[in-house]
Nanobody
Framework: QVELVESGGDSVQAGGSLRLSCAASGYTDSRNCMRWFRRGPGKDRDEVATIFIDSGETTYAPSVKGRFTISRDNAKNILYLQMNSLKPEDTATYYC??????????????WGQGTQVTVSS
C-alpha cells in the first residue's frame, strides 16, 4: 500500500498559478504510474494528468493541456502539478493517485485525501 498526502491547494484569482504536491510513502516501488484527478462542485471526478514513472511519459486532459504540468521528484517520491493560467472552471478538489500501468493506461490503486483549489474571476 502507498500513502499519499496532497498539499498546495489555495484560493487564487483567475490567471494565477499554483503548484500542488503529493508526497508518497510506503511501498512506492510497487507503483509505476501516478495521476492527478479533480472533482468540481456538482461534477464527476475527472482525470487531469498522468505520468508513467519508467518512461517519464505524460498525458493531459484537453482542458488543461498547455496550462498544467505534471512532474515527479523520484528521489523524494513527490508528485507535482504545476497549474498556470488558472480559470474559474479549474475550481475543484484535486486528488493524486498511484497506480499500475497496463499497456497505455494507469489504473489507480491508492488515493490521497485531496486538496482544494478555488479560482475566482
Amino acid at each position: 500500500q502507498v500513502e499519499l498526502v496532497e498539499s498546495g491547494g489555495d484560493s487564487v484569482q483567475a490567471g494565477g498559478s499554483l503548484r500542488l504536491s503529493c508526497a508518497a510513502s510506503g511501498y512506492t516501488d510497487s507503483r509505476n504510474c501516478m495521476r492527478w484527478f479533480r472533482r468540481g462542485p456538482g461534477k464527476d471526478r475527472d482525470e487531469v494528468a498522468t505520468i508513467f514513472i519508467d518512461s517519464g511519459e505524460t498525458t493531459y486532459a484537453p482542458s488543461v493541456k498547455g496550462r498544467f504540468t505534471i512532474s515527479r521528484d523520484n528521489a523524494k517520491n513527490i508528485l507535482y502539478l504545476q497549474m498556470n493560467s488558472l480559470k474559474p472552471e479549474d475550481t475543484a478538489t484535486y486528488y493524486c493517485a498511484a497506480g499500475l500501468q497496463q499497456r497505455t493506461v494507469c489504473l489507480p490503486r491508492d488515493w490521497g485525501q485531496g486538496t482544494q483549489v478555488t479560482v475566482s474571476s
